[in-house]
């Protein structure tokens, strides 16, 4: 009898609500507790028997009890912002929250756009490249370095050309020394498998280099606004010195056949 009931699904009957309360109580005990809020805490939100209150101007009014904070700070129009949450009474300040949230946003995007980040761009190249492709490469490297981005130079081998690793050394060599006034050998060649690498460090920051582009892009826009106030001026002058010339009169001739003379 136990053979004929082993195996069944009568054996160990687990209702729906009993598999859903298991599964709730196996994510509960494998998730982590739920986000951290970010945000402060404004007026009635703050939970404090007592805070230590700032004014708008930076001014230390002292421990207050929280319905005198809230009150001061809806006799001032003002927000009760807890600016310091963890300090012993929480320190709290009168402020217009909504000005504060957007000088924060503003400041924080500010702070993204002048971040600059290093790229690492990459070359690659043959031992035996011939001079057309040499100086497409090259070309390539200097405005790299000029942008401000480090560059991988790597050599690829193929054949026989790993036997010769000086052909490789060589080439690094030589377009370490064409763009030197750009930038610096930072990581000397080194071997690696068929490859051989070297990085070319910037002389310049990313910074700097994207200062001196937009520079170099605004004195090119004020060169061709120049030249499109000089096309007009020029433009205007010929117009009016047409206009200054006297107009020919058209002369009509009375005798239409000209082998018949006037007499």
């Not at 790299?144 to 690829?156: A, C, N, P, Q």
Request: net charge positive; aromatic share 4%; glycine share 6%.
């Amino acid at each position: 009898m136990a053979s004929a009931w082993r195996g069944s699904r009568f054996l160990c009957p687990v209702t729906t609500g009993q598999r859903d309360g298991r599964r709730a109580r196996n994510l509960s005990s494998h998730q982590p507790g739920g986000p951290i809020s970010t945000e402060l805490r404004v007026n009635d939100r703050i939970r404090v028997p007592e805070v230590r209150l700032v004014g708008p101007n930076g001014e230390q009014v002292g421990i207050v009890r929280i319905d005198d904070a809230l009150r001061l700070a809806q006799e001032s129009d003002l927000d009760l912002v807890e600016v310091a949450p963890t300090a012993r009474p929480p320190v709290c300040k009168l402020m217009d929250y909504g000005k504060f949230k957007y000088e924060t946003a503003q400041k924080a995007r500010e702070t993204r756009r002048n971040q600059t980040n290093t790229v690492i761009k990459e070359m690659k190249l043959r031992p035996k490249i011939d001079a057309h492709d040499y100086e497409t490469k090259k070309g390539h490297v200097v405005r790299f370095l000029k942008e401000g981005d480090k560059v991988k130079i790597t050599i690829m081998f193929r054949g026989r050309e790993q036997h010769r690793p000086e052909l490789g050394f060589r080439l690094l060599q030589r377009l370490a020394g064409d763009v030197e006034e750009l930038g610096f050998v930072e990581s000397s060649p080194k071997q690696d498998g068929r490859n051989m690498i070297m990085v070319l460090g910037p002389h310049k920051k990313k910074s700097e280099a994207k200062l001196e582009a937009k520079a170099e892009r605004s004195e090119r826009a004020a060169a061709k606004a120049a030249d499109r106030d000089a096309e007009r001026a020029e433009h205007k002058e010929r117009s009016a010195a047409a206009k200054d010339e006297p107009k020919k009169a058209a002369r009509r001739s009375e005798n239409l056949d000209p082998e018949i003379s006037d007499v």
